[in-house]
């Protein structure tokens, strides 16, 4: 059984600081995806990376891809309360696969 | 429509009633899928269709989950004889089409399922 292994499980910071969430797997990845979504919603698609090392950057978010297509990290910049949610990476190989997710808390 | 959508929003029902819940994919996605998700946790996956393919059900928890989808458009998951741990979000996604590769879902509202 695929699994993929989101940490830190929670994350509670101030605003202005900088965090960095990651999302583990024995397994390789044809693409990987990452979500946020808040309460009483559904996931939102924030970026899919596909090629190994590969960097995108969604304004104060960057994401990037393992080079083996294992692993991948998500980084916010002087994050803001607005960046509070569930964050939830998924794993796609044929089926998506999700990790349990992040829980961000960033207080004013 | 303009995204996926689901109904109820919200459900409260009695332990042993059945339930259903539908979604509505975005016009023309070819995939859609159901989740699980418990009170802040993450996605479990249920059942999965794409086309007129025979649907993948690796994922539903027992043989009281059932699910359709008709005319390959709106999808009805089904759950009989339902027990307090059924309570949940249950979450339905679409995309357009299976690749294998950048399989990218846009997901409803989701369901609040509540079993007293």
């Known amino acids: 059984t695929q699994l993929l292994e989101q940490s830190p499980q929670f994350l509670s910071i101030q605003e202005g600081e900088n965090l960095t969430v990651y999302c583990n797997s024995s397994?390789?990845?044809?693409?990987l995806q990452w979500y946020r979504q808040e309460p009483g919603e559904g996931p939102v698609l924030l970026v899919t990376?596909?090629?190994?090392?590969e960097v995108k950057k969604l304004k104060r978010l960057t994401f990037q891809f393992g080079d083996a297509r294992k692993d991948s990290s998500l980084h916010i910049t002087a994050a803001q309360p607005g960046d509070t949610g569930l964050y939830l990476c998924?794993?796609?190989?044929?089926?998506?696969?999700f990790g349990k997710g992040t829980k961000l808390s960033v207080k004013p | 429509g303009a995204g996926v959508s689901q109904s109820p929003s919200n459900k409260v029902t009695e332990k042993g009633k059945d339930v259903e819940l539908r979604c509505d994919p975005i016009?023309?996605?070819?995939?859609l899928y159901w989740y699980r998700q418990s009170l802040g946790q993450g996605l479990e996956f249920l059942i999965y269709?794409?086309?007129?393919?025979?649907?993948?059900k690796s994922g539903l928890p027992s043989d009281r989950f059932s699910a359709e989808r008709t005319g390959g458009s709106v999808s009805t998951l089904t759950i009989q004889r339902t027990q307090q741990e059924d309570s949940a979000v249950y979450l339905c996604?679409?995309?357009?089409?299976?690749?294998?590769?950048?399989?990218?879902?846009?997901f409803g509202p989701g369901t609040r399922l509540t079993v007293l």
């Open positions: 016009s023309g996605h070819t995939a």
């Open positions: 397994s390789v990845f044809s693409s």
């Open positions: 990376v596909v090629t190994g090392g």
């Open positions: 998924g794993g796609s190989q044929g089926n998506l696969i």
């Open positions: 269709f794409q086309g007129n393919s025979a649907p993948d």
């Open positions: 996604a679409s995309s357009l089409l299976w690749t294998g590769g950048n399989n990218e879902q846009f």
